[in-house]
């Protein structure tokens, strides 16, 4: 029997120059796995917790000492004798030893980063990709697509203080009929929005996900102004070649009831914002808003899903990190109609799989997400794979951390020939 023979664990830098953890896995037979965790900016506030060493700690209090502490000193002699090939039962041994529900004791990127070393070995001693064996897992090997990807090209928010109050601006190649046409189609519109944006006087310095990220003079339609002239410019028809999407992060200016668009100098109600985003649709090819509203104004996403559920993808990210408890409430409330999956959200990869299989039942659409804190492991492109999940957001067409998905995707695809590229805005 295959058992696993050492964790091993280290601090590596993120996207950002931060610490985060990464995980080696040796199983009995050679095979190797490692994974490194992401962190995010704009974070919901019931995602798992992240562990950092704190105040007084190394790397101004943000290094992962304590976090590699306990996989070293209290994971590892937990799993010496377990089959690594029980996903579940590892995961679960790990969370029994935690014992909080947001993994506070051993942190979230403690425990995701074995969750995700132990099956990447696994993969590697069955001698099949990461995204095969993750289909084997969740039962999905028939449901395998190439995402879509959504290609955040204006940054925002939390990831370019200064931009916009909205976060990230995407576009989607829904007019692709492969990956490889998807990201040289969002390369074009990415150059060409370099230009545009130099022609109207902004610098073209990129913020956190490697979108550009100018503070507008304009508010937050400017940028789809912007990205419209860019598609036009790079040869596409908005609407039919290229669509639109975005991530206004709301939870980040909503303030005592009502939301702060600092950089148009209003302060308005939610049903003021749903007629907001009812504007820009009839005026842009806006196919997908992720966390438009709070992840606290349960009372208004079902609004906002009845006015606007039947023409646009509704993504909770902050609304529901990534959680079973959270998307079953939204599910009865008909709040949103897709989710975000980021797993170290959740912190472990079962629950990650348990999120997108509950989603999918219930016919939402889902989409694997990176973090603005990002590294060079690809996991997340074979998790979208192999759980047909098709759609991704891995960032814009810059940045290796960013590319390194893309570039993973079309690999997959060529190894993969009849794996199709997904089409969930043309069903």
Not at 240 to 261: C, K, Q, T
Request: net charge negative.
């Amino acid at each position: 029997m295959v058992n696993i023979s050492s964790l091993k664990a280290r601090q590596v830098l993120d996207s950002r120059g931060n610490p985060t953890v990464e995980c080696d896995c040796l199983l009995s037979d050679g095979a190797l796995g490692r994974a490194a965790v992401p962190s995010g900016a704009s974070t919901g506030s019931r995602e798992a917790i992240e562990l950092r060493d704190g105040d007084g700690g190394a790397y101004g209090g943000k290094a992962v000492t304590k976090a590699i502490a306990h996989i070293l000193d209290d994971i590892q002699p937990l799993l010496m004798d377990i089959d690594p090939f029980d996903q579940r039962a590892v995961d679960q041994i790990m969370l029994d030893a935690d014992g909080t529900a947001n993994k506070e004791n051993f942190g979230a990127n403690a425990i995701l980063a074995v969750s995700l070393a132990v099956a990447k070995a696994c993969a590697v001693s069955s001698g099949i990709p990461l995204h095969d064996y993750v289909a084997a897992l969740a039962g999905t090997s028939d449901e395998q697509s190439i995402p879509l990807p959504m290609m955040n090209i204006m940054n925002g928010g939390q990831h370019a203080h200064g931009a916009t109050d909205f976060q990230e601006y995407m576009i989607i190649p829904v007019g692709a009929s492969s990956i490889d046409q998807a990201v040289e189609m969002g390369a074009n519109v990415f150059h060409a929005l370099k230009k545009v944006l130099a022609e109207a006087g902004y610098a073209t310095t990129v913020g956190d996900e490697g979108g550009y990220a100018p503070a507008v003079r304009d508010g937050n339609r400017e940028p789809l102004e912007h990205i419209t002239e860019a598609v036009k410019r790079a040869g596409y028809e908005p609407g039919r070649d290229i669509s639109f999407a975005m991530d206004v992060a709301a939870s980040e200016f909503y303030h005592d009831g009502r939301y702060d668009l600092a950089t148009e100098g209003r302060r308005i109600e939610a049903g003021e914002l749903v007629d907001y985003y009812d504007e820009l649709l009839a005026n842009y090819p806006l196919i997908s808003i992720e966390d438009g509203l709070d992840e606290s104004d349960w009372e208004n996403w079902p609004v906002l899903t009845e006015r606007l559920g039947d023409r646009l993808q509704l993504v909770g990210d902050d609304l529901l990190v990534t959680n079973t408890k959270l998307l079953e409430q939204a599910i009865e409330k008909k709040a949103a109609n897709a989710i975000l999956i980021k797993p170290n959200q959740i912190g472990s990869l079962t629950e990650t799989i348990d999120a997108v299989m509950l989603a999918k039942k219930n016919g939402w659409r889902t989409i694997v997400s990176h973090r603005s804190g990002e590294t060079e492991d690809t996991t997340i492109a074979h998790l979208a794979v192999g759980l047909g999940a098709e759609q991704i957001k891995t960032g814009s067409l810059s940045r290796s951390e960013r590319t390194s998905k893309y570039n993973e995707l079309m690999r997959i695809a060529e190894f993969n020939p009849e794996l199709a590229l997904a089409q969930p805005f043309n069903q």
